[in-house]
């Protein structure tokens, strides 16, 4: 398997009137999908749209299952698609799509005026409502001869999307993964943990995020069912709730806040999905608190820690959890996915094997990204050769990550290079204080900033506790140098496009 075209004829063939994907407006049957994404293939080729050396199809909307087959008509031209987050600034969506430059672009009525704002006349697009008419579609008929044109140019190099990382400041880096890179990841993703046909996936991420990679694609190589949660579920606990226990969901594999969301908003109290067996959570350091809360409502499943940075297809490490946590323990990431390299490398590039040794947690292999689009100082600056290897040519990505191994050879995710501080002559982990935050009653989550200026730790957190028995609670739990100068409580934490907890918003806040 060399094009993940391949997945979905496998799928169509084996589960032909099997829901592919739903969400609450409609759905599609793995025949139907491949169908229609055929034929919207047929439409950009005979239409002059894949006419270029690296074609793209580009989506200013949210996700829904009507984008699918135009997903995937582009991947039929060997075009890649890249989904815009409709929640940022004109300016910087602006900045992504002059960047990608794309051969299609495509909205909906929803979004269609602001688009038009946007690109000020300057570009034609396509309505999904169009492009996903029945009446349009049956009035196309497929060239194979055209499609099969398009798969003997194909190499498992080119890229299959492009996802743009958030970033604080200017214009955010375009993140080029390739077939075989998610190939390579799903094949060994769905066979560890054993998803299958049978399976409901529910998707909690957008399309612009690389959570969704695993839903999609693992639903496509396995024939499992997909369901689209919208952005605006994870808003209504009661809404999210209902979803998920109608839809027999059994596999969930979602950001750490939207899991957080669950538990915070005590969405278990109204009711529990009785079929998950598999959670699988990523993105930043889940509180065992809020976890617990999981395991108390949902105890049968298997729980899963992921790890991996975006330019790294999804995740590199991951560890299925056989015990109880502690509130301020810190939740190991585990072990490699099969056919990936991960090792610590110190501030001098020396190898650290050592328990309890920091080090920058470095990646390599097939899981690697091309690198950012149409960005080759980034690239090279991120994706370097593995200074331990002056034998071959060996690219790995340095993730700035922080880590170390216990005695048990488990790795544990410890900070960013860029939140590890100099405070009062100690050097500090600023993770190290939000776990200690995140174990005091009344704490749901915690972030802590430092304030180089005035040289200040600065905690935020949300829940029900008071700043001074919070402060007292951390005197007991941390030595003097670590206790935070200011602490900030907060209805709820400023979140970036990646449903993460947004740093840069919260160190603008300690300024006011």
């Given at each position: 398997?060399?094009?993940v075209c391949?997945?979905?004829?496998r799928?169509?063939?084996?589960?032909?009137?099997?829901?592919?994907?739903?969400?609450?407006?409609?759905?599609?049957?793995f025949?139907?999908l491949?169908?229609d994404s055929r034929?919207?293939?047929?439409?950009?080729?005979?239409?002059?749209?894949?006419d270029?050396?690296?074609?793209?199809?580009?989506f200013?909307m949210?996700?829904c299952?009507?984008?699918?087959?135009?997903?995937?008509?582009?991947?039929?031209c060997n075009?890649?698609?890249?989904?815009?987050?409709?929640r940022q600034?004109?300016e910087?969506?602006?900045?992504?799509?002059?960047?990608v430059?794309p051969?299609v672009?495509?909205?909906d009525?929803s979004?269609?005026?602001?688009l038009?704002?946007?690109?000020?006349?300057?570009?034609?697009?396509?309505?999904i409502?169009?492009?996903?008419?029945?009446?349009?579609?049956?009035?196309i008929?497929?060239?194979i001869e055209?499609?099969?044109?398009?798969?003997?140019t194909?190499?498992?190099?080119?890229?299959l999307?492009?996802?743009f990382t958030?970033?604080?400041?200017?214009?955010?880096?375009?993140?080029?993964?390739s077939?075989a890179?998610?190939?390579?990841f799903?094949?060994?993703?769905?066979?560890?943990?054993?998803i299958?046909n049978?399976?409901v996936?529910?998707?909690?991420?957008?399309?612009d995020?690389?959570?969704?990679v695993k839903?999609?694609?693992?639903?496509?190589y396995?024939?499992?069912?997909?369901?689209?949660?919208?952005?605006?579920?994870f808003?209504?606990?009661?809404?999210?709730?209902?979803?998920?226990?109608?839809?027999?969901?059994?596999?969930?594999?979602?950001?750490?806040?939207a899991m957080?969301?669950?538990s915070?908003?005590?969405?278990?109290?109204?009711?529990?999905?009785d079929?998950?067996r598999?959670?699988?959570?990523?993105?930043?350091?889940?509180?065992?608190?809020?976890?617990?809360?999981?395991?108390?409502?949902?105890?049968?499943a298997t729980?899963?820690?992921?790890y991996?940075?975006?330019?790294?297809?999804c995740?590199?490490t991951?560890h299925?959890?056989t015990?109880?946590?502690?509130?301020?323990?810190n939740?190991?990431?585990g072990?490699?996915f099969t056919n990936e390299?991960?090792?610590?490398l110190?501030e001098?590039?020396?190898?650290?094997?050592?328990?309890?040794?920091?080090?920058?947690i470095?990646?390599?292999?097939?899981?690697?990204?091309?690198?950012y689009?149409?960005?080759?100082?980034?690239?090279?600056?991120?994706?370097?050769q593995?200074?331990?290897?002056?034998?071959?040519?060996?690219l790995i990505?340095?993730?700035?990550?922080?880590?170390?191994?216990?005695e048990?050879?488990?790795?544990?995710?410890?900070?960013r290079?860029?939140h590890?501080?100099?405070?009062m002559?100690?050097?500090?982990?600023?993770?190290?204080?939000?776990l200690s935050?995140m174990?005091?009653?009344g704490?749901?989550?915690?972030?802590?900033?430092y304030?180089?200026?005035k040289?200040?730790?600065i905690?935020?957190y949300?829940?029900?506790?008071?700043?001074d028995?919070?402060?007292?609670?951390l005197?007991?739990?941390?030595?003097?140098?670590?206790?935070p100068?200011?602490t900030?409580r907060?209805e709820?934490?400023?979140?970036n496009?990646?449903?993460k907890?947004?740093?840069?918003?919260?160190?603008?806040?300690q300024?006011?």
């Open positions: 398997m060399i094009n391949e997945m979905l004829e799928s169509a063939d084996r589960f032909p009137d099997k829901t592919a994907f739903s969400d609450p407006e409609s759905e599609i049957t025949r139907d491949l169908v034929k919207i293939a047929e439409y950009f080729i005979s239409e002059g749209y894949m270029r050396p690296c074609n793209s199809v580009l200013f949210e996700k299952v009507r984008a699918l087959p135009v997903m995937f008509g582009g991947v039929y075009a890649f698609y890249c989904f815009v987050d409709i600034s004109d910087r969506a602006l900045n992504i799509i002059e960047k430059d051969s672009i495509v909205t009525e979004n269609r005026q602001r038009e704002d946007i690109l000020g006349g300057d570009r034609d697009y396509l309505m409502e169009d492009l996903g008419s029945r009446s349009f579609l049956d009035s008929t497929v060239n055209s499609l099969d044109r398009y798969r003997l194909f190499n498992d190099r080119l890229p999307y492009v996802n958030s970033g604080s400041t200017g214009m955010p880096k375009g993140v080029a993964v077939h890179s998610v190939i390579d799903i094949r060994v993703f769905a066979g560890t943990f054993d299958t049978e399976d996936i529910a998707n909690q991420a957008p399309f995020f690389d959570v969704s839903d999609i694609y693992s639903g496509l396995t024939g499992a069912t997909v369901r689209l949660i919208p952005r605006e579920y808003s209504n606990p009661t809404l999210l709730m209902d979803y998920l226990y109608a839809g027999n969901i059994t596999v969930i594999i979602w950001a750490v806040t957080c969301f669950v915070i908003m005590n969405g278990f109290d109204y009711k529990t999905p079929k998950l598999l959670i699988m959570f990523s993105g930043e350091v889940m509180p065992v608190k809020q976890l617990n809360k999981w395991r108390g409502h949902v105890p049968d729980y899963v820690n992921l991996g940075p975006t330019e790294i297809t995740n590199c991951y299925i959890l015990r109880e946590y502690a509130n301020d323990e939740l190991p990431i072990i490699p390299k991960v090792f610590l110190d001098n590039d020396h190898l650290v094997t050592k328990p309890g040794t920091e080090g920058e470095c990646v390599g292999g097939t899981c690697l990204a091309l690198g689009y149409k960005d080759p100082d980034k690239t090279s600056a991120s994706f370097v593995n200074p331990l290897n002056n034998d071959y040519n060996e990505y340095r993730t700035g990550d922080l880590g170390k191994y216990d048990e050879g488990l790795l544990y995710y410890t900070s290079k860029d590890q501080i100099k405070h002559g100690q050097r500090i982990e600023l993770a190290d204080i939000d935050a174990s005091v009653g704490v749901s989550r915690a972030c802590t900033v304030d180089h200026k040289k200040k730790i905690l935020f949300t829940g029900d506790t008071d700043k028995s919070l402060s007292r609670e005197k007991r739990k941390l030595p003097e140098f670590m206790v100068g200011r900030v907060l709820e934490f400023p979140i496009k990646n449903g907890i947004d740093r840069s918003a919260l160190e603008k806040l300024q006011t």
